[in-house]
């Protein structure tokens, strides 16, 4: 897939996960039962995240903030999504400004549709 808005992909994860047989089932299976499932991709050039159809259609893009700023010189290096579709995680490699001397992260965010 190509687009404008993927720069530098690191990490994907689906906007929503096959939970219903654990069998054969993981965090990284797209639940697909209704067809066009949505998946997210982390952007380690710009630290935005890219939710996407399976066809390759854009349907939104954030920009990842710690508490309102930037992520300075970090930048996204995985993503996952809560079992329910509503959280995202990510890591952020290096260092964060609002984080003092710490280096890298993992950040909480809502899931996001539009």
Known sequence: MRSEFLDQP???TPARMETSDPNC?????????NGGADF????????TIVRMRQDGTVVAV???RFYGSSLGDGRLNGIAASPDGTKLWVTV???VPALGSLIGAVLEMPAFAQ
Request: hydrophobic fraction near 35%; avoid cysteine; charged fraction near 25%.
């Open 10 to 12: 690191i990490d994907m």
């Open 25 to 33: 089932a993981s965090n990284t299976t797209l639940d697909d039962a």
């Open 40 to 47: 997210y991709v982390a952007n380690r050039g710009n630290n």
């Open 62 to 64: 954030r920009k990842v």
């Open 93 to 95: 490699a290096g260092r």
